[in-house]
């Protein structure tokens, strides 16, 4: 059963430090899952370092069973459907993410066009949450998709999203041979939502729209470990788009992303 869904509205932001200087950058991970999270929170951090106001977005459901990040952020919520289980409450995954679109779409766009976000200079937001970026988009605010796993699994999906890359995925011999990787892939290296699509078929296809749109982003942040796999950050960051940018952890003053932002 869903639950209600009250408006977003000024009260669900929550003050945290961060002062009152800089512009103010939201930041949406994908809700309750904190491989994604966690880079948007580093992320926030080295912004505030850099002066401007993160605040983090996440559903009112986490914000209910998590403590908030703490300084320097701010805390704003939207909804995903179900506020009082979270994905936990939901049997059937698909119509989670269906919800979580469809409401957290609705909640999203009332808090962007609330008072307390005419400030809001950029969201940021996990690319598993393309629509996000639409709504804010909508709504004439700036966007960036941040793309938090490593390169060689977005260099997978954006290969299957292209038509490039057949499924299932057995090994990474053909995006070897044809340059996309730099190192070979073994059975058990490949996602597994490729290597067996059939198995939760809902999270392969979130996984392959995370490019939906992408040039539709005003920019595109790789977190990428670029000492590792400098070969494919490379790749993936020319076939993304031509504004990408490897951001963490790696921020650094007069880094033009930060003018972006600020």
């Known amino acids: 059963t869903m639950e209600s869904r009250p408006a977003a509205t000024a009260s669900s932001c929550v ?112 690319s598993h949450l393309p629509w996000a970026g639409r709504v804010a988009r909508a709504a004439g605010v700036p966007t960036a998709a941040l793309f938090t796993q490593p390169c060689a699994v977005n260099v997978v999906y954006g290969e299957v999203w292209a038509g490039r890359l057949a499924l299932p995925v057995t090994d990474g011999r053909e995006l070897l041979v044809h340059g996309a990787l730099g190192l070979e892939l073994g059975p058990e290296d490949v996602p597994p939502f490729v290597a067996a699509p059939e198995w939760l078929a809902v999270f392969l296809k979130t996984s392959i729209e995370q490019f939906d749109g992408l040039e539709d982003a005003d920019d595109v942040l790789v977190n990428s470990f670029s000492d590792i796999e400098p070969k494919v950050s490379r790749t993936f960051i020319l076939a993304c788009s031509c504004h990408s940018n490897r951001l963490i952890p790696s921020i650094r003053g007069g880094f033009g992303l930060l003018n972006w932002f600020s």
């Open 15 to 126: 003050g945290h430090g961060g002062g009152n200087e800089g512009a103010t950058v939201l930041l949406l991970p994908f809700p309750g899952a904190l491989g994604h999270t966690n880079p948007m929170l580093e992320l926030g951090r080295r912004l505030a370092h850099h002066g401007l106001r993160p605040t983090f977005v996440t559903t009112r459901h986490v914000l209910s069973v998590t403590p908030p990040p703490g300084a320097p952020f701010h805390v704003a919520a939207i909804s995903d459907g179900f506020d009082a289980g979270g994905f936990a409450s939901c049997p059937d995954p698909a119509e989670y993410f269906s919800r979580l679109e469809a409401v957290g779409s609705e909640t999203l766009r009332e808090l962007l066009l609330s008072e307390e976000a005419a400030a809001v200079r950029v969201l940021v937001y996990d």
